[in-house]
């Protein structure tokens, strides 16, 4: 993986083996018109319009994100080579936590389609508790942590998630079924002296299928390691 960068030091494109990447941004926000907004019981955030991703262009083809007053991201407008187009519709609730991401696909000539998520936020901590589509999926976490311990769907599986002592560093995902007993596909996570992910290995019923080794350039972005995703620095979920 290759980077490219504009003069502000922003990353402008990047190049993997089969897909380029192009960025465009927003221009900055015109800092004379930010005026606070007051209420009789606190002072609300101030609306603007930051700079941030405006498109984002590659193989497969475009999205152009929009943003609240707020910088909150409230839709993708997706432009897909060979297939048509779609959006995705994001809402907030008065905390700016996502509360609905909506999902909405048109393939050309044919019937749109989509199906809306939901978010769930746990009373006391505010911590994500449920998301539910298709299906619903409760989380619950480490004891006085925001850390994710599981994740359980409605039926027998779930997702076992171990953290390194003293750090937020992941480091096994477990999908685990018959209610937790079995291990079906585990995935262990080795890290560098700054927590960077240095190798992942991957287990199927306990049998190691696969190691897989991370690069990473000066700027901390990885330049090699599986291909399906860039996991740098801490890893959340």
């Known amino acids: 993986m290759t980077y490219a960068y504009d003069a502000a030091g922003r990353m402008s494109s990047r190049t993997g083996a089969r897909v380029v990447t192009n960025y465009a941004y927003d221009p900055p926000p015109d800092s004379s ?8 019981r606190r002072q609300s955030p101030t609306p603007t319009t930051a700079a941030g991703v405006a498109m984002v262009v590659d193989g497969v083809g475009s999205r152009t994100l929009s943003y609240t007053a707020y910088d909150q991201l409230s839709n993708e407008a997706l432009t897909l080579i060979g297939f048509g187009t779609g959006s995705i519709a994001y809402t907030h609730d008065v905390y700016g936590r ?8 048109q393939p050309t000539g ?7 998520v939901n978010y769930g936020y746990a009373a006391g901590t505010g911590l994500l508790s449920s998301v539910s589509g298709p299906a619903t999926f409760t989380y ?3 004891a006085n942590s925001g850390l994710p311990a599981s994740i359980n769907d409605n039926s027998s599986q779930s997702k076992v998630l171990t953290w390194a002592a003293h ?10 079924y018959s209610g937790g007993s079995f291990s079906a596909h585990r995935f262990e996570y080795t890290r560098d002296e700054i927590s960077r992910i240095a190798t992942e290995a991957q287990y199927k019923e306990d ?8 690069a990473y ?6 330049t090699s390691g ?3 995703r860039a996991m740098t620095n801490k890893a959340t979920a």
């Open 140 to 142: 619950s976490y480490l």
């Open 217 to 222: 350039n000066p700027r901390s972005e990885l």
């Open 110 to 116: 044919s019937t749109a389609f989509g199906q809306g």
């Open 98 to 105: 996502l509360t609905q991401s909506s999902p909405m696909m």
């Open 207 to 214: 049998s190691l299928v696969s190691s897989i080794p991370f």
């Open 226 to 228: 599986p291909g399906r």
């Open 33 to 40: 018109c930010r005026q606070p907004i007051r209420t009789a």
């Open 167 to 176: 750090r937020d560093d992941l480091v096994s995902y477990d999908n685990r």
